[in-house]
T-cell receptor
Framework: DGGITQSPKYLFRKEGQNVTLSCEQN?????MYWYRQDPGQGLRLIYY???????QKGDIAEGYSVSREKKESFPLTVTSAQKNPTAFYLC????????????FGPGTRLTVT | GEDVEQSLFLSVREGDSSVINCTYT??????LYWYKQEPGAGLQLLTY?????DMKQDQRLTVLLNKKDKHLSLRIADTQTGDSAIYFC??????????????FGKGTHLIIQP
């Protein structure tokens, strides 16, 4: 059963704590992406990785960090430096080449109080 | 910079056609996409169109692209209650075909009246 998994579906943290969101794919895709969605907003790109051991900042990378040690995995850490971390976080992956489509995981809803 | 604009709400009667519109600014976009999001879920890729095409049809879905006006539309024929969702238009950022991520509109809430 191929796809993208994100865990957990709901996550609660206290302000000041770092938290890591998981994203795993078994589609053999090279590229992976993290987006953030706020109510009434579109998706905004946080970080992306086109290949293992390499990643680039997206439009709103401040307060976030990522790693890409394995092709299948692209975890996102929300640090205490992120001023408004409560949001819906979506992971996506994409096959190689121009025109490769991005496919999304089910998302993790993070609430920080 | 890149920007994608959509109207926030569309209300249609069950059985009618729905037309969701989108405008974008990046003329170098090579692909344009339509995604569907149901409450609390991730995004489902519905369809996409290459920038050198002006129309693409896939069952009940028809995508029209006017590259000169940078206008994209999604028509859903015979709209059903299961089509109730948020629909996002997205463009591939720059000339990389989407490798550097997608730029999304804010989404159009499609509301189905019985």
């Amino acid at each position: 059963d191929g796809g993208i998994t994100q865990s957990p579906k709901y996550l609660f943290r206290k302000e000041g704590q770092n938290v890591t969101l998981s994203c795993e794919q078994n589609l053999n895709h090279d590229a992976m992406y993290w987006y953030r969605q706020d109510p009434g907003q579109g998706l905004r790109l946080i970080y992306y990785s086109q290949i293992v051991n390499d990643f680039q900042k997206g439009d709103i990378a401040e307060g976030y960090s990522v790693s890409r040690e394995k092709k299948e995995s692209f975890p996102l850490t929300v640090t205490s430096a992120q001023k408004n971390p409560t949001a819906f976080y979506l992971c996506a992956s994409r096959s190689r080449g121009t025109g490769g489509r991005q496919y999304f995981g089910p998302g993790t809803r993070l609430t920080v109080t | 910079g890149e920007d994608v604009e959509q109207s926030l709400f569309l209300s249609v009667r069950e059985g009618d056609s729905s037309v969701i519109n989108c405008t974008y600014t990046d003329s170098s976009s090579t692909y344009l996409y339509w995604y569907k999001q149901e409450p609390g879920a991730g995004l489902q890729l519905l369809t996409y169109i290459f920038s050198n095409m002006d129309m693409k049809q896939d069952q009940r879905l028809t995508v029209l692209l006017n590259k000169k006006d940078k206008h994209l539309s999604l028509r859903i024929a015979d709209t059903q209650t299961g089509d109730s969702a948020i629909y996002f238009c997205a463009e591939s950022a720059g000339a990389g075909g989407g490798a550097d991520g997608l730029t999304f509109g804010k989404g159009t809430h499609l509301i189905i009246q019985p």
